[in-house]
C-alpha cells in the first residue's frame, strides 16, 4: 500500500507479506530491470522481440538501452545492437561481474532466480560437505551462492566464459575441483576445464578474511605457497620494524595479507577483471599510511616471479583496508574526547559511560577538570566535551547541557564519525 503525507510517499507493506515479494513487484514494473533481464537469460533477443516484452515502442527502448549504456559503462558491458538483435557485448567474465554486482541484493527473488530455494540447497549442501572435511574454510555464503546461481544461469544459456590461462594443475583448485564438479551436476551441468576454474576463482573470492582452515588445506597453503607467505610475513615484519606500527604483530594482518595475495597470484587476469565487481574502491585512498607507498610496492616487486601485476592501484587499496582492520583490531583509540563535566557524582559518571558507549571504541572519554586542561597535550584530532563555558582551546569544544538535548548528541557524535570509514 503506498500513502503520501507532507514528507512524501510511503510504502507500506500488508499483513503478512515479505520484503522479497515487494522487490519481485517493483523489479517487474523497471523497464531496465526487464532489459536487463531478459539479456542474462539469453544470449541475445530481437530488437522488436525486447520492445514487445518491454511493452514500449522501439524508440522508447533505445532510449532506455542508452541509458542503462552509460550506467554500465565502468563494468566494460554494454547492449549493442547489431542487424536487429540485441546483445551484451564484453567479456563473458565481465558480463557475469556485473550481474554478480547487480544481482547480489536480489540472490532470494524469484524474479531474476525462479525456484532459487531449491537451488540454493544444493549450494548449502556444498558447503557442508566442505565445512565437514580437512579442507574447511569459512565463507561469504551469500556472495558465493550468487556466483553459483549466475554461472548456472549463464551456462545453461549457452554463454561460455572466454579463454584464459590458468595451471591445470594448480594445487589449490584441485583441493575443490571434484566438489564443485559435482555441484554444477546438479543441476545438469558438467564444467568444462575453463568454466571449473571461473567456478573455482568464484568461490575463492568467497572466502572470508580473519580464517581458519581445514588440515590439508593449511598443508598445502604451506608446501605450495611458501613464496606467498613469506611475502606476507616480510610485508608485516616492514611495519613492525618502522617502528610506529608494532600492535601489528599480534594481529592477522600476515595471514589476511597472504589470502589478498592467494587471490591475485590464482589467476593475475581473473583478479583484474574481478575489480570491476566493486570498482568505487579504486577512489578510495591508499595513502592513509603513507608507509604503504614505500611498502606496498616492494611487496608487488616480490610477487613478481609468481604474477605480473600491472596496475597496482586497486591491490594497495585492498591492503590498505587490511591493514586499517588490523590496527583498529589490536588499537581501536584514535582520538580523546576530554569530559569536564560538574554535576552530582552518580549522574556525571553515568553520563560519561552512555557517552563513551555511544562514541565508539575508537574515541577514549577521558574526565578531567576545567584546571587540568593547560597541562594536556592534544592531539588535532581530539575534542573538548564540557558543560561549562571555557576558555578558547585548541580543539574543538563541544557544550552538553546537565541532561543533554538529543540534538546535542547528535552534534557530538557527528563530530566523530571521521574516525570510522577512514579510507
Given amino acids: 500500500m503506498i500513502a503520501s503525507d507532507s514528507s512524501g510517499f510511503k510504502l507500506f507493506p500488508a499483513k503478512n507479506s515479505v520484503t522479497t515479494e515487494i522487490w ?18 539469453n544470449p541475445e533477443v530481437s530488437r522488436h522481440q525486447l520492445a514487445q516484452l518491454t511493452s514500449v515502442s522501439v524508440e522508447t527502448l533505445k532510449r532506455h538501452i542508452n541509458q542503462i549504456n552509460r550506467r554500465i559503462k565502468a563494468y566494460q558491458v554494454k547492449i549493442k545492437l547489431t542487424k536487429g538483435v540485441y546483445k551484451l557485448t564484453g567479456k563473458e567474465s565481465t558480463i557475469r561481474i556485473f550481474f554478480h554486482r547487480l544481482l547480489l541484493p536480489y540472490t532470494y527473488s524469484n524474479y531474476f532466480f525462479k525456484d532459487y530455494a531449491v537451488h540454493e540447497i544444493h549450494y548449502y549442501q556444498f558447503l557442508k560437505n566442505i565445512r565437514q572435511s580437512d579442507v574447511k574454510i569459512d565463507t561469504e555464503h551469500i556472495f558465493g551462492m550468487n556466483w553459483f546461481f549466475i554461472n548456472t544461469i549463464r551456462i545453461k544459456a549457452n554463454c561460455r566464459i572466454n579463454n584464459f590461462s590458468y595451471q591445470k594443475e594448480d594445487p589449490l583448485f584441485s583441493l575443490y575441483h571434484v566438489m564443485l564438479v559435482a555441484l554444477y551436476q546438479k543441476e545438469g551441468i558438467y564444467l568444462t576445464d575453463d568454466e571449473a576454474f571461473f567456478s573455482f576463482f568464484c568461490f575463492l573470492e568467497s572466502w572470508n578474511y580473519n580464517n581458519t582452515y581445514g588440515n590439508i588445506l593449511d598443508d598445502t597453503i604451506h ?19 618502522s617502528g610506529t606500527l608494532p600492535e601489528l604483530s599480534r594481529s592477522k594482518l600476515s595471514d589476511n595479507l597472504f589470502l589478498l595475495l592467494l587471490k591475485y597470484v590464482e589467476s593475475p587476469k581473473l ?8 570498482h568505487e574502491l579504486i ?49 581501536p583509540i584514535m582520538m580523546t574526547a576530554y569530559f569536564i563535566f560538574q554535576g552530582e557524582p552518580a549522574w556525571k559518571d553515568f553520563l560519561r559511560q552512555e557517552i563513551s558507549d555511544a562514541l565508539g571504541n575508537r574515541v577514549k572519554v577521558i574526565g578531567i577538570e576545567p584546571f587540568d586542561l593547560k597541562d594536556v597535550q592534544f592531539n588535532t584530532q581530539d575534542i573538548i566535551i564540557s558543560n561549562l563555558l571555557l576558555e578558547t582551546q585548541p580543539v574543538p569544544i563541544h557544550y552538553i547541557s546537565m541532561l543533554p538535548t538529543k540534538n546535542e548528541l547528535n552534534t557530538l557524535i557527528e563530530s566523530t564519525r571521521s574516525q570510522y570509514l577512514l579510507i
Fill in 223 to 241: 608446501t605450495q605457497y611458501p613464496t606467498l607467505l613469506k611475502a606476507a610475513s616480510d610485508f608485516v615484519a616492514r611495519f613492525v620494524s
Fill in 283 to 331: 577512489n578510495l585512498r591508499a595513502d592513509h599510511y603513507q608507509l604503504l607507498q614505500k611498502f606496498g610496492p616492494e611487496l608487488i616487486q616480490q610477487l613478481n616471479p609468481l604474477a605480473k601485476i600491472d596496475d597496482i592501484g586497486y591491490l594497495i587499496h585492498l591492503i590498505s583496508l587490511l591493514v586499517q582492520q588490523a590496527i583498529f583490531q589490536t588499537h
Fill in 24 to 41: 519481485e513487484i517493483f523489479l517487474s514494473q523497471s523497464i531496465g530491470i526487464q532489459i536487463l533481464k531478459v539479456l542474462f537469460l
Fill in 271 to 278: 583478479s583484474k577483471q574481478f575489480q570491476l565487481d566493486y
